[in-house]
């Protein structure tokens, strides 16, 4: 058993939950942090391994969700694996993880990276494999903060990568909940494109080694294309040669410009929003 303590957040996974915990059984302490499922998740999770701990906590966003995980649920091992319930840890990701621990380094976290799998394959090209998330951790060194839908890491430590990637089953529960939750991230996504249409290109930073500061680099600048949804399919299906993908990787590649058009719909809808309260507060103001 490898001295780590797996940390995986759900809700309403009964179909995912036993195939993730069942895929860290190396590690020594696995816990599921629970936001109210309302199906069989917790009992599915339970019967894949019976000394896995289960806390519950209303969730807010990934990155209070994890943070709330580290503080509150006493980790027993100084590194944390972070897994969502569609994901699947890899034979080849538990050997790299377990040689890295027990490593003597100054390093405090490492970045994974993932495989998508849609329609039975794993599509390569068009998911722009490898991408990066930091999802192994020193405890006491990481903090999360909202970014988006998402989150990103705070940490003064050196970062550095495991290249054997985790496996994300994202349709899993089917085409129309990936459809629903989609829609929920686009209307999140909104604060951040206009954040990033606010900061410096900084275009310097595409010649830099670090490559979290190139991929932020390209979200500032994609932030501002015009046509950003065509541009996306695009780059996508053509210049990342998505179509080599097949049918999925065509079908993937349309279901991300449907995400892209409703971000932008919805950032025209705020801004005659936006519009609209002005003149409101201006005629306010002449009268």
Avoid at 89 to 116: F, H, K, M, P, W
Wanted: proline share 3%.
């Amino acid at each position: 058993m490898t001295p780590v303590t797996v940390i995986i957040l759900t809700h309403n996974e009964e179909r995912n939950i036993g195939d993730c915990v069942r895929s860290v059984a190396w590690a020594e302490d696995v816990i599921v942090v629970d936001s109210g499922s309302t199906d069989g998740t917790v009992p599915a999770a339970t019967q894949a391994r019976s000394d896995l701990r289960v806390f519950q906590h209303p969730f807010q966003d990934f990155g209070d969700q994890r943070n709330w995980s580290l503080d509150e649920t006493s980790p027993r091992h100084n590194w944390v694996l972070f897994l969502d319930a569609d994901e699947r840890c890899t034979s080849e990701l538990a050997r790299a993880i377990s040689q890295t621990v027990t490593q003597d380094s100054d390093v405090v976290g490492y970045y994974l990276c993932y495989r998508n799998f849609f329609l039975g394959r794993w599509i390569k090209r068009c998911t722009r494999f490898p991408t990066w998330q930091l999802r192994l951790l020193k405890r006491g060194q990481v903090r999360y903060e909202k970014m988006g839908h998402g989150q990103q890491e705070v940490t003064s430590g050196r970062l550095d990568y495991i290249h054997q990637p985790y496996d994300h089953y994202g349709f899993s529960q089917g085409v129309s909940h990936w459809i629903a939750r989609h829609n929920r991230y686009s209307s999140e996504e909104i604060g951040l494109i206009l954040s990033l249409r606010q900061q410096p290109l900084a275009l310097g930073d595409l010649r830099r080694s670090d490559r979290m500061a190139r991929t932020r680099c390209m979200k500032r600048i994609a932030a501002r294309l015009p046509f950003r949804p065509l541009i996306g399919f695009l780059y996508l299906y053509v210049w990342k040669r998505g179509f080599l993908d097949g049918y999925a990787g065509l079908m993937f590649c349309l279901l991300r410009l449907t995400h892209e058009i409703h971000m932008l719909v919805k950032l025209e809808e705020l801004r005659l929003s936006e519009n609209s309260k002005s003149e409101f507060r201006n005629s306010k103001s002449v009268t």
